[in-house]
């Protein structure tokens, strides 16, 4: 099996002190570095089959299995391209020095890790473009393929407050809301640019 890597850089606007951020981890129709064009719809069935898991793919540094930095809360499709919203892991090493990157704004990239499933030769563009991947990981990283994939914030921590004693069910759904207009806030600010 061939793992494939795209890079994207990233913008910072704010960056919370919980290591919270979101972004575009990839952008449609774009001819990357790599020669690649990732058409819209291409990570449909891949969310699917994650949300169907209760999982997520992974949050890696530079791409390295050994190092992973954090969790993907939620990713999505829109017309632009897949917006994720993730959360740095800052009790380790490694996730630390990432808000600290990301903060300073000298961490630049998004890169996905993924295989394909499907594509085409784009022949007037001399491209591949792909129209159905697996996706493993998105990654930071410090040299992107694709110019338009990027972070567009981290947000300020929560006020500690004492929690609620309420059904796993409830605050799933809960967060599931808070993530859903937390990555349309991020489409109609990064769009607004």
Do not use: C
């Amino acid at each position: 099996m061939t793992i494939h890597h795209v890079s994207g850089a990233m913008e910072i606007k704010d960056i919370a002190a919980n290591g919270t951020f979101t972004g575009y981890a990839s952008v449609f129709g774009l001819l990357d570095s790599q020669n690649e064009i990732v058409e819209r719809g291409a990570f449909t069935r891949t969310l699917a089959k994650w949300r169907a898991k209760n999982f997520s793919p992974a949050m890696l540094w530079m791409h390295d299995p050994t190092q992973p930095i954090g969790l993907w809360i939620a990713m999505a499709e829109d017309e632009s391209g897949l917006v994720v919203q993730g959360r740095l892991a800052l009790g380790t090493q490694k996730g630390a020095e990432a808000y600290e990157l990301l903060k300073m704004k000298a961490l630049t990239g998004l890169s996905i890790g993924y295989r394909v499933i499907t594509s085409r030769i784009d022949s007037k563009r001399k491209a591949r473009v792909l129209t159905d991947v697996d996706l493993f990981e998105v990654s930071l990283v410090t040299f992107p393929a694709n110019d338009a994939a990027r972070v567009n914030g981290v947000k300020a921590p929560p006020a500690k407050v004492p929690a609620k004693k309420t059904s796993k069910t409830a605050r799933d759904e809960r967060a599931a809301k808070r993530a859903s207009a937390s990555l349309k806030k991020a489409a109609r600010t990064l769009k607004g640019k």
